[in-house]
Nanobody, 124 residues
């Protein structure tokens, strides 16, 4: 099976930046996409960003466009989320997930393995 472990979350002031990492291990295989989702207390889980295996396609949720960038290093089995110009409304637990369809779409049923999440808190 596949294990996903996020890291890099923390407390940051509004306007600051964070870089999240997600390391995959186990029977990861190849040709899978990766995505990032987030969930704030009392809110539904929200799509943030995704990327295909080759990096040929990336997609972003509306709240992430222009501020966040997804990237990956397949040699390290790691996907990243660079978050700039952070706002208090970005406060949430951020999860990475494997996209077995390799389409980088926001459809949650396309993601079969999920990490434990990392907390991002943006203060005003």
């Amino acid at each position: 099976q596949v294990q996903l472990v996020e890291s890099g979350g923390g407390l940051v002031q509004a306007g600051g930046s964070l870089r999240l990492s997600c390391k995959a291990s186990g029977r990861t295989g190849t040709l899978y996409g990766m995505g990032w989702f987030r969930q704030a207390p009392g809110k539904e889980r929200e799509f943030v960003a995704a990327m295909t295996w080759s990096g040929s396609r990336s997609s972003y949720g509306d709240s992430a466009k222009g501020r966040f960038t997804i990237s990956r290093d397949n040699a390290k089995n790691t996907v990243y989320l660079q978050m700039n110009s952070l706002k208090p409304e970005d406060t949430a637990v951020y999860y990475c997930a494997r996209d077995y369809t390799n389409q980088a779409l926001p459809t949650q049923s396309h993601y079969d393995y999920w990490g434990q999440g990392t907390q991002v808190t943006v203060s005003s």
